[in-house]
């Protein structure tokens, strides 16, 4: 059995959303047990539901809380989720909460696997090409990377690719600000050269940022904070793009006839950029699985998240992940 433990209380939609999602979650999943923490008022609608635990915790950490002092509230849900994970050898955490909090407690409590230099939070994007993904790492667990890390992170990022999405060999590139070779900072510099010479990645080279949403990377290496504004600036752009198309149709009754006949292809385009359906960012790199689902999750994003983890533990990501560090 697969045993996970869940932040019933993080995220902005709160237990309305996690309780949505942990539902479907049970009724799909019969081979998986669910430790819910959070405040006993909401979370004893699950008394005796099958596959799970309940776990009271009594305050919720907001979500632009200082991350040193989150560690010190042992009874907020995140770190009773902490304290039940570590105690108990369970298999991996999810929580839509702070990120700061969630990647701090990861690093000080679960701790890194012993070789790994930074730990990478990754997650998949989708792109032009149907159901294919491109995963990015790292997104915003380091602020400052050297060159080493970011070939560590390639072979952290191969890995997953391989176990998510099957595939044996996938493409590796580096974000960069031009195609050749001799662009960017040093460490990018630095970083095309180990990993173009290492027979074990199959590198691509640099990639732009305009461009990872073509689909043509399988993997995606970058320092955190390039990574962070990469995601948010992906994230926006979606968002706005949406704005104007549903402002577009809706102005006069030409556009509104005009959007009835091209309903199912607006749909479709929205499923495919859809990041509800990816399942949130794994932080690799540390002893167990943690997963940080998206602050604004609805039922539906925290499910994937679920989901997510779940596969993730049965394909064994993180001894996988400590074998190929030795």
């Given at each position: 059995?697969?045993?996970?433990?869940?932040?019933?209380?993080?995220?902005?939609?709160?237990?309305?959303?996690?309780?949505?999602?942990?539902?479907?979650?049970l009724?799909?999943?019969?081979?998986?047990?669910l430790?819910?923490?959070?405040?006993?008022k909401?979370?004893?609608?699950?008394?005796?539901?099958?596959?799970?635990?309940?776990?009271?915790?009594?305050?919720?950490?907001?979500?632009?809380?200082?991350?040193?002092?989150?560690l010190?509230?042992?009874?907020?849900?995140?770190?009773?989720?902490?304290?039940?994970?570590?105690?108990?050898?369970?298999?991996?955490?999810?929580?839509?909460?702070?990120?700061?909090?969630?990647?701090?407690?990861?690093?000080?409590?679960?701790?890194?696997?012993?070789?790994?230099?930074?730990?990478?939070?990754?997650?998949?994007?989708?792109?032009?090409?149907?159901?294919?993904?491109?995963?990015?790492?790292?997104?915003?667990?380091n602020l400052?990377?050297?060159?080493?890390?970011?070939?560590?992170?390639?072979?952290?990022?191969?890995?997953?690719?391989?176990?998510?999405?099957?595939?044996?060999?996938?493409?590796?590139y580096?974000?960069?600000?031009g195609?050749?070779?001799?662009?960017g900072?040093?460490?990018?510099?630095?970083?095309?050269?180990?990993l173009?010479?290492?027979?074990?990645?199959?590198?691509?080279?640099?990639?732009?940022?305009?461009?990872?949403?073509?689909?043509?990377?399988?993997?995606?290496?970058?320092?955190?904070?390039?990574?962070?504004?990469?995601?948010?600036?992906?994230?926006g752009?979606?968002?706005?793009?949406?704005?104007?198309?549903?402002?577009?149709?809706m102005?006069?009754?030409?556009?509104?006839?005009?959007?009835?006949?091209?309903?199912?292809q607006i749909?479709?385009?929205?499923?495919k950029?859809?990041?509800?359906?990816?399942?949130?960012?794994?932080?690799?790199?540390?002893?167990?699985?943690?997963?940080?689902?998206?602050?604004?999750?609805?039922?539906?994003?925290?499910?994937?998240?679920?989901?997510l983890?779940?596969?993730?533990?049965?394909?064994?990501i993180?001894?996988?992940?400590?074998?190929?560090?030795?």
């Amino acid at each position: 059995m697969i045993n996970l433990v869940i932040d019933m209380m993080g995220g902005d939609n709160g237990f309305k959303a996690t309780s949505e999602a942990v539902k479907q979650f049970l009724k799909e999943n019969d081979d998986a047990v669910l430790t819910l923490v959070g405040n006993k008022k909401n979370i004893d609608e699950f008394n005796g539901y099958k596959n799970t635990r309940l776990v009271y915790s009594e305050t919720l950490l907001s979500m632009d809380v200082d991350p040193i002092k989150a560690l010190k509230d042992d009874k907020s849900s995140l770190m009773v989720a902490i304290k039940e994970l570590l105690n108990n050898n369970f298999d991996g955490i999810i929580s839509a909460g702070s990120t700061g909090a969630l990647l701090t407690a990861a690093i000080f409590k679960v701790k890194r696997i012993e070789g790994i230099k930074r730990p990478g939070l990754i997650t998949s994007f989708p792109t032009l090409l149907g159901d294919k993904k491109t995963v990015v790492i790292d997104l915003g667990a380091n602020l400052v990377n050297t060159s080493e890390e970011l070939v560590q992170f390639a072979k952290l990022g191969k890995i997953y690719y391989s176990l998510v999405y099957k595939v044996e060999n996938p493409s590796i590139y580096q974000l960069n600000n031009g195609t050749e070779e001799e662009k960017g900072r040093d460490i990018n510099k630095e970083a095309f050269q180990i990993l173009k010479n290492d027979d074990s990645l199959n590198f691509g080279g640099n990639i732009e940022a305009r461009d990872v949403l073509k689909g043509t990377a399988d993997v995606v290496v970058t320092d955190g904070f390039s990574g962070n504004i990469f995601l948010k600036a992906t994230e926006g752009g979606v968002k706005a793009m949406s704005t104007l198309l549903k402002e577009a149709f809706m102005k006069n009754l030409g556009t509104k006839i005009c959007y009835l006949l091209l309903r199912k292809q607006i749909k479709e385009m929205k499923n495919k950029m859809d990041y509800k359906s990816v399942g949130g960012a794994m932080l690799l790199g540390v002893n167990k699985i943690v997963v940080k689902a998206h602050g604004s999750s609805d039922a539906k994003a925290f499910l994937s998240a679920l989901n997510l983890s779940k596969k993730l533990a049965k394909d064994n990501i993180v001894e996988k992940i400590k074998g190929e560090i030795k």
